[in-house]
Nanobody
C-alpha cells in the first residue's frame, strides 16, 4: 500500500531555513509527479510545489524564490528546501503524488511535519 513519511519540520525564526523530506513507498516513484502541500488548522490544504518525473517544477506564488522542490529517485524521496521563512509559512506540510495540475492522487496522507515560524 502507499506510504508517505514526512520529516524535517521544526521551529525557526523568520528568515531561517528548513529542509523537509518525504519518503514514499508503494508507488512507482520515478514516474510520479510529486507535490508538497501545507495546511493550517481551519483552512483547506494548499498546494505548495510540484515536481514532475523529468524535474519540471511549479511553485505557488507565495513561495517562489524562497522554496525549492527536488527529488532523489534512487531514494524514493522528495525534498522541500525552505529559505527566508515567514510566519505565514507556519503549517503542517504533507507530500503526495499528484496530477500535473497539482491535484493529489491518493486519499492516503502521511502524518505530515509541523513547521512553525516565529517573528
Amino acid at each position: 500500500q502507499v506510504q508517505l513519511v514526512e520529516s524535517g519540520g521544526g521551529s525557526v525564526q523568520a528568515g531561517g531555513s528548513l529542509r523537509l523530506s518525504c519518503a514514499a513507498s508503494g508507488i512507482i516513484f520515478n514516474i510520479a509527479t510529486m507535490a508538497w502541500y501545507r495546511q493550517v488548522p481551519g483552512k483547506q490544504r494548499e498546494l505548495v510545489a510540484t515536481i514532475t518525473s523529468r524535474g519540471i517544477t511549479i511553485y505557488t506564488d507565495s513561495v517562489k524564490g524562497r522554496f525549492t522542490i527536488s527529488r532523489d529517485n534512487a531514494k524514493n524521496t522528495v525534498y522541500l528546501q525552505m529559505n527566508s521563512l515567514e510566519p505565514e509559512d507556519t503549517a503542517v506540510y504533507y507530500c503526495n503524488p499528484a496530477t500535473p495540475g497539482g491535484t493529489p492522487i491518493y486519499a492516503v496522507w502521511g502524518q505530515g511535519t509541523q513547521v512553525t515560524v516565529s517573528s
